[in-house]
């Protein structure tokens, strides 16, 4: 049984048809679909139930998926012992914030790609929340306070934001001194999302309201510095603009909760080393250094 078939299925089983599965795989149509062919022959039975709609799984296609990941996936860690010690290659698809992620993490894929150079890195940088496993990444650095999910994570470093305004914004409205005085005020925000602080060991939740709302940092930075509210960004993205005056701090003695960075990645026994290797990469980087921001919701 051939291999590339067995992982073709299982992108096709986990992408939702031969379209997607193509995309991610950076094939053809026509050859996914070739290999399903020559798959379903082999153990004749049909996998896919195809219509002019798309492509799902049969029953003994729901059956068979799972014993073929888990096969992929020892396949997998056999081909990465058989590899030169330190070595990796293949594909390897990272999803990274867009925010600060060009900033703070490209730097350290490219010293990966530097230090191995048979592999082919993939980095989406996007603030939208990414499907891993329905798109088919290997994992994901995220940042913030991480939701319930069945992915697992690994914290690789510390990452601390605040609230932000410009003064003429604080001149005309005025300061808030408490997290309950912040809903009177424009909040400038991802989207309807609940923003906590600490006030000594108790945490305080509040929903603030605005009408300026945008999925990315650097937007909402540049809102604050127009005036036109208060934001919770990370420190990252504001350091320019508080050295330069066009930023103050508010609220310093109620900040947002600790938050990390984190590597997030698909359910598995066992874990690509690819993974593991940017792991310790990005806490080598960040695990000691100073925390660099945090703030806006995980992504």
Known sequence: MDIEELQTFVEVADAGGISPAAIRLGVSKSIVSRRLARLEAELGVQLLARSTRGAGLT?????????AARACAEIEVAKETMLPE????????????????????APVLAEMARQHPRLHIQTCYSDRFVDLIAEGFDC???????????????????????????????????????PEELLSHEALMQGTESWHFM??????TIRPQGRFKADNGVALVAAAVAGLGIARVPDGLTHEHVASGALVPVMPHHPPPPAGIYVVRPPSLHPARKVRVLTELLVDCFGQAQPIASATPSR
């Open 59 to 67: 029953e003994a296609g729901v059956m068979f998926r799972d014993h």
């Open 86 to 105: 330190g070595e990796l290659r293949g594909r390897f698809r990272v999803a990274a914030p867009l925010s600060f992620g060009p900033v703070h993490f």
């Open 140 to 178: 994901a650095i995220r940042v913030g306070n991480l939701q319930d999910s069945n992915l697992l994570a690994r914290r690789v470093g510390p990452i601390h934001g605040n609230l932000f305004a410009s003064p003429d914004y604080l001149k005309a409205h005025g300061t808030p001194e408490t």
């Open 199 to 204: 006030d000594g060991n108790r945490t305080i």
